[in-house]
């Protein structure tokens, strides 16, 4: 028996390697924190997009408006559907119609992948990471939002697929009525449904609440923190996420109670 | 004056690292309500040896809340249900007579049991190891007052320290996170003026040590709640800024030498 | 034969410099060749491993916690004192190493506690280039308080946790070391044995707390550092784990034991509460900067304190001491509380505290002022009681809180056994008969960082290109069998109480007989007492489980069976010391006002006891004490 052997403890033993650094901006994707900063950067992104959403939704509430068409002729239609004429032709002539609109569109689905991405290996990595308690957890400071995340994230992926399906590209649940480019008519149809608009209630709930913990959660991802102003960052999470709760379910309620409907 | 409390003991137990465990239940009778948690399973493993059973293994030292030996899972919540108090320092005049209590280990994989509530935290020891120092060897130091240091960063860097290493924020995180700690030592640190010229080396090398032991933070906040000491949250803010920060710095000061 | 205690020659000021100059040094290169095992990683422990590692020395680190921040130099709350004079009131060098020798009166050497006093500056100076977060004053410099009576503002503090701070301040330069692979850090290990060939110190052996494992350890020199030994009176202020085995078992290889007699007891504590009591927990001295402390006049008076008027109150310290007060020393204020509770004026349920009243400063300066100054101890102290000490005054009472004795070390912190280092608390050096306020964490420090790391070399070099004894070698077998087999027989004996009853009982026998009084046929009775109860303990305890797994019964065995033989040969230190000195209050030597009565001729010496057998006293050398430098006088108070 020359050198003694003790028993390892848990610290010989991680239960992930280090792994070799990548250069330059690639390292900060590399750790759980910089994964954090991208899933907070990228939710900034997005949530900037439900926001401007929800604001360009609310045209639906103006109704029909008379505009100069580009060929100079003055036009009845509905405002919201020239709202997305006039996000097609957005920098035009600058730039060839929808090009604007796509970059934006590719900036959102690369923000949108690596949002996911990040959950999905930041959820595989605290699974590995603890041991479940045999007896029941008596939470103090979790919440439902914080707490179901990982169940409001694929909801919200699901519920994209089936709005993009609905009201963009007009297949699966789309109404049989559909029709590109007729934004006001298409939703007024989709959403005429009750079961549609159930099924548009819950999933912005949903969205809501992942956004009332991901509005407050991304502050402390991104490490910006003043004792000063902390307290608001519950109240704007809580704001933001109500705004767009109350924005998004006026269009199916209206819809059902026929505030906003068709001639 | 004291009361008297006869109460039912849930206790997980288990006789070694990788043995199965199961909770096993136990009358805690005639149990004062001046006595300590501790005091309190003391009693009943005097009991258990009176009665020729193997006492209940449970982490305790100073039992004055500073050593952060102890710590168990009582009723769902690290250390008990009172706010910034370490298991030890917990009363039984907190609990009413007939109460069931669950007593759990902390659970996390870079924790494994070592015998029915005792658990190994020695990875919080690996982080400290990468980068929670101030490389001042012996000799070096100057003069303590030569250095000015503000009050508040003083007061701040303190709040940090108070850390006492027990391992309630790892057991209270769903995710097994060593955040709260990690950035409480790193935030006491950065602070400092005397902690300057390590400091993004410091961040990054206790950052990347921390997790690969423990999950990553999603900001719920039961870390905080459980600290004894009541460190804040803010500090796992102070850390993502300053490992982001770290990674960019590095990369400029390398660019310059 | 007791050896020399190396103290060097010169004036006092220069013997520091001058040894530090005249010991043989290891050459840089050389260092990596020695291997240095360090027992104990608290303050002492801690920081002489990072500073041996930080000089090139292979050091190999142990502790039985698990982790190296957990060890009872973390529960120090006051503060840490250091010769600065930052407050320019007169401080000095020689005012510390002067106030030292008179606190521990007179029972110290000259030569220790002044290069004590000298590296206190330091010590500040160190810990806070390391980052410890001490208290500050709004100008960004460091701030100090007077503190345990001093005269002067020398005590630096980091809120109510400066032990804290500071250990955790020396287990990161510890850790940085583990991090750099200079030191190899064994958490979980219990020292069981030291290991000596040809009379020096070859190694230890230990036993893994949760695997069993028992394993030797050879080196070129051995570190105790390993702590006091309170907790053989059972309830103290120190851990639950707080024990003397290690100091023991190297006291059994040959280390002599000084001064077992002297033991601090602390006069703020909060009193037990019943018999399930498990340790007392200790309230920071400076309450009694504020705070008044009374019992009711009339020894039957039951009323609670709000109703008993301002005439029948026994403010007991301001009226015997009205020059400090409710600031005397420690032992004077715990003697005092003791003879109160004695005389049956006893306050709270089981009458044995007395008050610490804070109604007068909430007067004065309001509750917001109190809050900010002691808000964290009156909310211990409400956590604790259920009382809230802004309405119900205090209770407190005396309980163990440090001892002054330990293993006998010479100037460079040898034992006389050669290649086996005390430090810290573990040792007897510096605090006399009686330690002052904020110098436990100092001594500890000072120990570790500069005196062993510069003292140590001197024994190495004999050594140089020598390897250290294989661990192969029959003493660490023996050594190992022993430890085996005391385990074993520890499991096999299957009798009826667990060790923890016999450490209660043991623990009631020590505070009744070798507490703050003692008397010969008090001792004399504690010596056939403790004995009894050990054979008993012997015959009669009960441990179940097995070795190979965490098993703190089995631990606490094996910790209460030296307590047995600690306690006796302390109640034998105590009957022999005739005299009372500082923490030793001997009935029979007191003054008419019954302080204590020292006797300078024929005790200022130290009592170092050698280890014989398990059945035999241990025999008593005596190193006797010169004073040069300060003048022996009676301390009054008054």
Request: a neutral charge.
């Amino acid at each position: 028996m020359a050198a003694p052997t003790l028993a390892k403890n848990s610290a010989d033993t991680p239960l992930r390697k280090k792994r070799r650094e990548l250069p330059f901006p690639l390292n900060l994707y590399q750790t759980a924190v910089g994964k954090k900063w991208v899933m907070a950067l990228t939710g900034i992104m997005l949530l900037g997009f439900v926001v401007f959403h929800m604001v360009g939704n609310l045209k639906v509430y103006l109704g029909e408006v008379q505009h100069l068409s580009p060929e100079g002729e003055y036009v009845t239609d509905y405002d919201i559907n020239i709202y997305g004429e006039f996000l097609r032709d957005l920098l035009v002539p600058l730039l060839p119609r929808t090009y604007l609109l796509w970059i934006l569109r590719l900036g959102l689905i690369a923000a949108f992948a690596l949002h996911l991405h990040s959950a999905i290996s930041l959820s595989k990595m605290n699974l590995e990471s603890n041991n479940r308690y045999e007896s029941k957890r008596d939470w103090v400071a979790a919440n439902f939002a914080s707490r179901s995340m990982r169940w409001t994230g694929p909801i919200i992926f699901l519920y994209l697929l089936f709005h993009l399906a609905d009201l963009t590209w007009g297949v699966g649940a789309a109404s049989s009525e559909w029709e590109r480019g007729e934004v006001y008519q298409n939703l007024v149809h989709s959403m005429s449904r009750p079961g549609i608009a159930i099924v548009y209630i819950v999933c912005n709930v949903a969205l809501c609440v992942h956004i009332f913990h991901g509005a407050y959660s991304m502050f402390q991802s991104l490490g910006i923190n003043n004792p000063v102003y902390n307290q608001l960052r519950r109240g704007f999470a809580a704001g933001l996420a109500l705004l767009i709760l109350v924005g998004n379910l006026s269009f199916p309620i209206a819809i059902l109670a026929g505030i906003v409907d068709l001639p | 004056m004291s009361k008297i409390l006869n109460l039912t003991l849930q206790v997980w137990r288990q006789a070694g690292p990788n043995k199965p465990g199961t909770f096993e239940t136990y009358q805690a009778n005639g149990i004062s309500d001046d006595a300590s948690f501790l005091e309190m399973l003391d009693i009943v493993n005097e009991r258990l040896i009176a009665d020729n059973k193997i006492p209940i293994e449970f982490p305790h030292d100073c039992r004055e809340g500073i050593c952060g030996t102890c710590g168990v899972m009582i009723n769902g919540q690290a250390h008990g249900h009172e706010r910034g108090t370490a298991t030890c320092q917990l009363h039984m005049r907190k609990f009413s007579d007939g109460d069931t209590i669950v007593v759990e280990p902390w659970r996390a994989k870079a924790f494994p049991i070592v015998r029915d509530l005792v658990v190994d935290r020695s990875p919080l020891d690996a982080v400290i190891a990468a980068g929670g120092f101030i490389t001042a060897p012996t000799g070096t130091a100057n003069d303590a007052n030569d250095i000015r240091i503000p009050k508040e960063v003083a007061d701040s860097a303190m709040d940090a320290a108070a850390c006492i290493g027990c391992g309630a924020c790892v057991a209270a995180c769903p995710n097994s996170a060593g955040q709260l700690f990690t950035s409480a030592k790193i935030w006491h640190l950065n602070s400092l003026p005397q902690g300057q010229a390590e400091r993004y080396k410091r961040t990054e090398a206790m950052v990347e040590t921390m997790e690969q032991f423990f999950g990553s933070c999603t900001n719920h906040g039961e870390c905080s709640e459980a600290c004894p000491k009541e460190i804040s949250l803010d500090f796992i803010a102070y850390m993502n800024r300053d490992y982001i920060k770290a990674k960019v710095k590095n990369r400029r000061l390398a660019s310059q030498s | 034969m007791l050896p020399n205690a190396s103290i060097p020659e010169g004036p006092i000021a220069d013997k520091w410099d001058s040894h530090k100059f005249n010991v043989k040094l290891v050459n840089p290169a050389n260092k990596r060749k020695f291997k240095i095992l360090v027992v104990g990683t608290g303050l002492a422990g801690a920081s002489a491993a990072a500073t041996l590692a930080e000089l090139g020395y292979n050091v190999e680190a142990f502790t039985f916690h698990d982790t190296p921040r957990r060890a009872h130099s973390i529960a120090a709350q006051g503060g840490i004192n250091a010769a600065k004079n930052y407050r320019n009131d007169g401080d000095s060098v020689h005012r510390l190493f002067y106030d030292t020798v008179k606190g521990g009166d007179y029972r110290s050497r000259e030569a220790n506690v002044y290069r004590l006093a000298q590296v206190s500056v330091e010590i500040i100076d160190q810990m806070t280039a390391q980052g410890v977060p001490f208290a500050r004053e709004y100008g960004g410099l460091l701030d100090n308080r007077s503190f345990g009576g001093a005269q002067v503002s020398r005590t630096f503090y980091a809120r109510g946790q400066t032990g804290q701070q500071l250990l955790i301040g020396a287990y990161q330069q510890l850790m940085r070391q583990v991090g750099l692979g200079k030191v190899k850090l064994h958490t979980q290990a219990e020292l069981l044995d030291v290991v000596v060939k040809d009379g020096r110190a070859v190694g230890i052996v230990t036993r893994h707390l949760t695997t069993g494992q028992v394993s030797s350890h050879s080196g070129h020199a051995v570190v105790l550092a390993t702590g006091g030994y309170g907790n053989v009176f059972y309830l103290s202020t120190n851990a639950m784990t707080c024990n003397v085995t290690a100091a023991w078992r190297a006291h059994r290889k040959g280390a002599y034991f000084a001064n077992p007699c002297y033991t601090q007891i602390h006069p703020t504590c909060i009193p037990a509460s019943d018999d399930f009591q498990s340790k007392l927990t200790l309230m920071s001295e400076s309450l009694r900067n504020d705070g008044r402390i009374w019992v009711p006049r009339d020894r039957d008076d039951v009323r609670s304190a709000d109703k008993i008027p301002e005439a029948e109150r026994y403010y007991f310290l301001e009226e015997k001491y009205p020059t400090f007060g409710n600031l005397v020393p420690r032992d004077v204020a715990s003697r005092n509380a003791k003879t109160v509770v004695d005389e049956g004026r006893g306050v709270g349920p089981a009458r044995n505290g007395v008050y610490l009243d804070f109604s007068d400063v909430l007067k004065r300066d309001g509750v917001k002022v109190v809050e900010e100054k002691y808000g964290n101890l009156l909310e211990m102290y409400e956590r604790i009681t259920g009382e809230d000490p802004q309405k119900v005054p205090m209770r407190i009472y005396p309980a163990t809180h440090y001892t002054m004795g330990g293993l006998w070390v010479d100037y460079n912190l040898m034992t006389n056994v050669p290649g086996l280092y005390s430090a810290g608390e573990a040792n007897f050096s510096d605090h006399g008969a009686n330690r002052l306020g904020a110098s436990a964490l100092m001594q500890g420090l000072a120990d570790g960082y500069f005196v062993l790391p510069a003292t140590i070399g001197n024994y190495l070099t004999d050594f140089l290109n020598k390897p250290p004894v294989s661990t192969d070698d029959p003493v660490f077998q023996q050594a190992e069998a022993g430890v085996r087999d005391q385990m074993n027989h520890f499991l096999s004996i299957g009798g009826t109480h667990s060790p923890e009853h016999f450490h209660r009982e043991l623990g009631k026998l020590v505070w009744e007989y070798i507490g703050m009084a003692r008397n010969e046929s008090g001792l004399q009775k504690a010596i056939g007492e403790i004995r009894a109860l050990r054979d008993e303990f012997w015959k009669d305890v009960r441990v179940l489980g097995t070795n190979e797994s965490l098993n703190s019964s089995l631990e606490k065995a094996g910790r209460v069976a030296d307590f047995f033989e600690l306690a006796e040969l302390m109640a034998r230190d105590a009957l022999t010391r005739e005299e009372s000195c500082g923490g030793h209050f001997r009935e029979e030597y007191q003054d008419p006002d019954g302080e204590a009565l020292r006797n300078d001729d024929d005790f200022a010496h130290v009592s170092a006891w050698g280890w014989n057998d398990a059945d035999t006293p241990q025999t008593e050398h005596r190193e006797k004490l010169e004073f040069e430098y300060v003048k022996l006088t009676q301390r009054s108070y008054k």
